[in-house]
């Protein structure tokens, strides 16, 4: 009788300390969202609401999409929007591309100074980026590609983190596979194609996210290499609304949810596909 008891007791405080475990984490949750919430509330806010006013008023009162009207109308933000989604996915895929290339002699085949090559790679993560900032718009420039989506491009074709996260990911490929299309006659380039990027599918679509996020969300370096508003991107056309609509907060939170909405639906669509895969399903032990 006293042992159940002592188990009852012991279930008690285990759930008492789940519950308020989740609630913690749910309170974290709620005061990491509440920006995004004060956003899109901002913008969604009458000319007649003041949005400064204390105690904050969390929803308008009259809802209206009027802001967004505005701003896509006032503003090439179609243009914009499309730069930022080309930009975009063409770093996404020239950093799977260059990355997986690099990724997989050095995770895979043996040959002098690749644990030198690896480590020279890492190391230079640790190199902020306003350090070659510099060297690079003045490459950028020589090659003739400033005011050009190239040029925007060039500094993000492949990371030293994505070089990386694949390199890790190729190690954990079991050897029995690359050895069996080795004897069926498939080349390196087959081996790392038909092989080894299915068998990385986690990888790859992590990387593609951090890298699109990345992309899509930076304004240092487009601003430094544009400066003609056609080849703006939204971050820095989100800024230019500052300017245009003399710090009217609504219009400039409606440019901004504008902005953020193809990032999170591009998470949402990819996220499905961060699952650990059954890469040594085919062998036998």
């Known amino acids: 009788m006293k042992a159940e008891l002592t188990n009852k ?35 969604f806010k009458s000319p007649t609401e003041n949005i400064f006013q204390f105690p904050p008023q969390l929803f308008p009162n009259q809802p209206t999409f009027q802001n967004y009207i505005t701003v896509w109308q006032s503003n090439p933000f179609g243009q914009y929007l499309f730069n930022s989604i080309l930009i975009a996915l063409l770093t996404v895929g020239l950093n799977l591309l260059f ?8 995770a895979r085949l043996d040959f002098k100074g690749k644990d030198a090559i690896f480590a020279l790679v890492v190391s230079t993560i640790m190199i902020p980026f306003q350090i070659v900032m510099i060297p ?15 040029g ?85 056309g989100v800024a230019t609304l500052a300017e245009a609509f003399s710090l009217d907060w609504r219009l400039i939170a409606a440019g901004s949810v504008i902005s953020i909405a193809p990032v999170v639906i ?7 596909y961060i699952v650990p895969t059954e890469v040594g399903s085919g062998v036998k032990g």
């Open 9 to 43: 007791l012991k279930t008690r405080k285990s759930q008492l300390k789940t519950f308020w475990t989740y609630v913690a984490l749910s309170a974290i949750a709620l005061w990491m969202l509440f920006p995004l919430f004060w956003l899109i509330s901002t913008s």
């Open 99 to 106: 990355c997986s290339l690099a990724a997989y002699p050095l």
């Open 136 to 150: 690079l718009y003045i490459l950028t420039v020589q090659l003739g590609l400033r005011n050009s989506y190239l």
């Open 152 to 236: 925007i491009i060039l500094p993000s074709i492949a990371s030293a983190f994505g070089i990386f996260l694949l390199r890790q990911a190729f190690q954990g490929v079991p050897k029995e596979l690359e050895e069996a299309a080795r004897m069926d006659g498939c080349s390196e380039l087959g081996i790392w194609w038909y092989v080894m990027l299915p068998a990385i599918r986690p990888a790859l679509v992590t990387l593609a996210i951090f890298v699109f996020i990345g992309s899509w969300s930076d304004f240092l370096w487009p601003l430094i290499v544009i400066d003609r508003p056609e080849y703006y991107t939204l971050p820095v």
């Open 266 to 272: 591009f998470f949402l669509i990819m996220q499905r």
